[in-house]
């Protein structure tokens, strides 16, 4: 988990076809099929984490906390993406509009990234994060910069 432009798709993709894991992008249960920006039904969307989180083994990234506290009790590992504000704001600019974007949906998510630790009442938000990370009792990770995230991922898998 972590806030958008954080890294959880580069990561999530770097380990979960060596560990042989389903990779479950949340981003594809919240939204519609094909119209990013219009999001599917929130009681559909929480019994299909249910049924993910169900699986055997998966593999999930994403930044709805809402989404991930659903999955916590299925979970034996946690990684928490923390890095700057800035830094996750200058990899979001440097993907660029994505997957039927609008610019002005464009905008919005940079001005939305760009107010992680500011957001309150938020599931998506560096406090809900935070307490879902110390909440969880399972092997975790809070990587907060690019180096530490490029190292985990090649310690990950040497282990």
Excluded at 83 to 98: F, K, P, T
Excluded at 133 to 157: M, P, V, W
Aim: aromatic content about 10%; some cysteine.
């Amino acid at each position: 988990m972590g806030n958008g432009g954080s890294g959880k798709t580069w990561l999530a993709l770097r380990l979960a076809e060596p560990l042989g894991l389903p990779l479950v992008h949340l981003d594809d249960v919240h939204w519609e099929p094909g119209r990013y920006g219009i999001a599917r039904d929130r009681a559909v969307v929480h019994e299909d984490v249910r049924t993910l989180a169900a699986g055997e083994a998966w593999l999930i990234e994403g930044v709805y906390g809402r989404y991930v506290d659903i999955a916590l009790p299925r979970t034996t590992a946690l990684i928490w993406l923390d890095l700057s504000e800035d830094e996750c704001v200058a990899n979001i600019m440097r993907r660029g509009i994505q997957g039927g974007e609008s610019q002005e949906s464009f905008d919005g998510l940079v001005k939305w990234v760009s107010e992680y630790r500011i957001r309150k009442n938020n599931w998506n938000s560096f406090d809900a994060h935070l307490k879902l990370y110390e909440s969880f009792s399972g092997q975790k990770a809070r990587l907060t910069s690019r180096d530490e995230i490029d190292a985990y991922a090649k310690n990950f898998l040497r282990s």
